[in-house]
């Protein structure tokens, strides 16, 4: 199936300071992206959705200043986490679709974060 | 999208048939039914999908009820790998703005 990378793979990150996670499809273009996040034995919440060249569209009670998603080609999108927080420490997860087959997504391995 | 219900949790053991079913009585005309795992700490896996008619892959097989209101995800041999949350999630197909839509899902335990 289609390869999802997600970079990296786990953060360390003091309180206050920003992080970024990068999602690519590595052999094929998706239009769309979504981005979940998952707590200690909780299903994936979905945050937003990603769209290439537009704004992303977020789920409701997800802050969008909080939470920067920047599709800005056909195979990267960016999850960017401002003033992180502790409680934002989580298992962050994005998924693509390639848009020319219009097939199931596919998810990358996930991002673990922890804010100190 | 319709919503889903499955059990929250499995056993099975190792080299036998899991059956894991899904209740999805809302579901609408154009909704396929989608499966995925997730083994801990990774990203979801996709397993299978389908509309109405029965689906095997190399991975697993789908049974899906005449009234469509259910489904069965089928892993004839189970093995120790196969232990994981295993997600039913139904939604529009080709529609490429449409999310998946994550419920609690059934941890499936596969036991020696």
């Known amino acids: 199936g289609a390869v999802v990378s997600q970079h990296p793979s786990w953060v360390i990150c003091k309180s206050g300071t920003s992080v970024k996670i990068e999602c690519r499809s590595l052999?094929?273009?998706?239009?769309?992206m979504f981005w979940y996040r998952q707590f200690p034995k909780q299903s994936l919440m979905l945050m937003a959705t990603?769209?290439?060249?537009?704004?992303?569209?977020?789920e409701q009670g997800v802050e969008k200043d909080k939470f920067l998603i920047n599709h800005a080609s056909l195979t990267l999108s960016t999850l960017t986490v401002t003033s992180a927080h502790p409680e934002d420490s989580s298992f962050y997860i994005c998924?693509?679709?390639?848009?020319?087959?219009?097939?199931?997504?596919?998810f990358g391995q996930g991002t673990r974060l922890t804010v100190v | 999208d319709a919503k889903t219900t499955q059990p929250p949790s499995m056993d099975c053991a190792e080299g036998r048939a899991a059956n894991l079913p899904c209740n999805h009585s809302?579901?609408?005309?154009?909704?396929?039914v989608y499966w995925y795992r997730q083994i801990h700490s990774q990203g979801p896996q996709y397993i299978i999908h389908?509309?109405?008619n029965n689906e095997t892959n190399e991975m697993a097989s789908l049974i899906i009820t005449e009234d469509r209101k259910s489904s069965t995800l089928i892993l004839p041999h189970a093995t120790l790998r196969d232990t994981a949350v295993y997600y039913c999630?139904?939604?529009?197909?080709?529609?490429?703005?449409?999310?998946?839509?994550f419920g609690q899902g059934t941890e499936l335990s596969v036991k020696p």
């Open positions: 998924s693509a679709r390639d848009r020319q087959l219009n097939t199931e997504a596919f």
């Open positions: 999630i139904v939604r529009v197909w080709g529609n490429q703005g449409g999310k998946l839509i």
């Open positions: 990603s769209n290439e060249g537009s704004k992303a569209t977020y």
């Open positions: 809302t579901i609408s005309g154009n909704e396929y």
């Open positions: 052999d094929f273009q998706a239009t769309t």
């Open positions: 389908g509309l109405k």
